[in-house]
């Protein structure tokens, strides 16, 4: 697997925004998890997570994952062959921010096909200096991290869990897309 990370899924609980190794963790009634599964196919990669709740959840942490949900489903409705890529990051931050969340620091979503990571990178929130446009066929992820407190985040002793520095809980949701003139062809639907 690339970047030798040491288990075949992330799972992140919580304050676990993203990279969490699955581990012997008991996950309670109310917990978020993240459930991040990259595939592999004829030598070219796809990347997706989904927030669930496991059982009953609080309001405010449904709200939570409705809003990465949110953020994820109106980024793709600006995705098209010609769009500034900084578009992406823009809408994203306008659902997050306006729904009185964060997003959390330097997560982002990326190129990908022969590899997990490739460029592009794609902000959740406006670059100005983004202006490039999307093209055809460019195979990019979407990842919208929302976290419940500040956006800082920091790295777990594990050496890749990355948690939100003030221990509020995230959610995160992301696909894989191909762009394309008539908008996204989301190949992780």
């Not at 592009?120 to 992820?141: H, Q, S, W």
């Not at 995230?170 to 908008?183: D, F, K, L, M, P």
């Given at each position: 697997?690339?970047?030798?990370?040491?288990?075949?899924?992330?799972?992140?609980v919580?304050d676990?925004?993203?990279?969490?190794?699955?581990?012997?963790?008991?996950l309670?009634?109310?917990?978020?998890?993240?459930?991040?599964?990259?595939a592999?196919l004829?030598?070219f990669?796809?990347?997706?997570?989904?927030?669930?709740?496991?059982g009953?959840?609080?309001?405010q942490?449904?709200?939570?994952?409705?809003?990465?949900?949110?953020?994820?489903?109106?980024?793709?409705?600006?995705v098209r062959?010609?769009?500034p890529l900084?578009?992406?990051g823009?809408?994203?931050?306008?659902v997050?921010?306006?729904?009185g969340f964060?997003?959390?620091?330097?997560?982002?979503g990326?190129?990908?096909?022969?590899?997990?990571?490739?460029a592009?990178?794609?902000?959740?929130?406006?670059?100005p200096?983004l202006t490039?446009p999307l093209t055809?066929?460019?195979?990019?992820?979407?990842?919208?991290?929302v976290?419940?407190?500040?956006?800082?985040?920091?790295?777990?002793?594990?050496g890749?869990?990355?948690?939100?520095?003030?221990?509020?809980?995230?959610?995160?949701?992301?696909?894989?897309?191909?762009?394309?003139?008539?908008g996204?062809?989301?190949?992780?639907?």
């Amino acid at each position: 697997m690339d970047y030798g990370f040491p288990g075949t899924t992330c799972i992140s609980v919580n304050d676990e925004a993203v990279h969490g190794i699955p581990g012997r963790c008991i996950l309670r009634r109310g917990d978020l998890v993240k459930l991040d599964v990259t595939a592999e196919l004829d030598g070219f990669y796809a990347d997706a997570c989904r927030t669930v709740a496991v059982g009953d959840a609080r309001p405010q942490a449904l709200r939570l994952v409705r809003t990465a949900e949110q953020a994820l489903a109106a980024a793709l409705k600006v995705v098209r062959t010609g769009v500034p890529l900084n578009e992406i990051g823009a809408t994203v931050q306008r659902v997050v921010h306006g729904r009185g969340f964060s997003l959390c620091d330097g997560l982002m979503g990326h190129g990908i096909g022969r590899r997990i990571h490739e460029a592009p990178n794609v902000p959740n929130t406006f670059e100005p200096e983004l202006t490039a446009p999307l093209t055809e066929g460019l195979v990019i992820t979407i990842e919208p991290l929302v976290a419940s407190g500040g956006p800082q985040v920091c790295v777990a002793s594990d050496g890749w869990t990355v948690r939100t520095a003030d221990s509020s809980w995230s959610a995160h949701a992301e696909h894989t897309i191909v762009v394309r003139e008539r908008g996204p062809f989301v190949l992780t639907a």
